[in-house]
């Protein structure tokens, strides 16, 4: 946790570093984007029981492309991996988002970049249960909302910080066949990371 805290301190610290680069039209363009952060992740089902799984707060680790449509439109696909524990286990959780931005480019400082943004999410769970045996979780669909800003230190990088909302349905989980529980894949994460568009 403290080395996330300093990592986030030093992205703060350089994205005030003052520059000359301004936030050139993505129009045209694609990126690649690499980040890290945080979720917490709903409460569970416990299994063969009536009462939550409480569920600690995780790590999240991933990145994706970004191409530009136009001067405020932006395609995205981003693949996260989760991980996190539970009362009765260990999540780690594959999210593969497909969605769209409306990036705001009209700022007073051109390096700043705010956007929002929705999609689909394909969601694929592992489940390392305490007290063993073949767990299986069901793939599911969900939906994203997000937020964000990209702040361009040079035309061609961006530092950029997220908050990402992903509601989905309760997806079971099963043993040799037999519903054992079930797990909700709705979660709020904050991540932090780097943008860089090749042309």
Avoid: C, W
Wanted: hydrophobic share 40%.
């Amino acid at each position: 946790m403290k080395r996330f805290m300093i990592l986030a301190g030093l992205l703060a610290l350089v994205s005030l570093v003052p520059g000359t680069a301004m936030a050139d039209s993505i129009k045209g363009r694609l990126g690649v984007t690499g980040k890290v952060g945080f979720i917490i992740p709903a409460d569970n089902e416990a299994e063969y029981g009536f009462r939550d799984n409480n569920t600690d707060a995780g790590l999240v680790l991933g990145g994706g492309l970004l191409y530009g449509i136009d001067d405020h439109f932006a395609a995205e696909l981003d693949v996260s991996n989760y991980y996190f524990d539970s009362e009765t286990g260990d999540f780690d959780v594959t999210n593969v988002s497909f969605g769209g931005q409306y990036r705001i480019t009209n700022m007073h400082d051109r390096r700043l970049v705010p956007y929002v943004g929705a999609g689909l999410d394909v969601i694929s769970t592992d489940y390392d249960a305490n007290f063993g045996g073949n767990r299986h979780v069901d793939t599911t669909l969900g939906v994203h909302v997000s937020g964000g800003v990209d702040y361009f230190i040079e035309k061609q990088v961006a530092l950029s910080a997220e908050a990402k909302l992903v509601l989905a349905p309760d997806a079971d989980i099963t043993e040799d066949g037999y519903h054992s529980g079930s797990f909700d894949p709705t979660n709020f994460s904050t991540a932090f990371g780097v943008r860089f568009f090749f042309n």
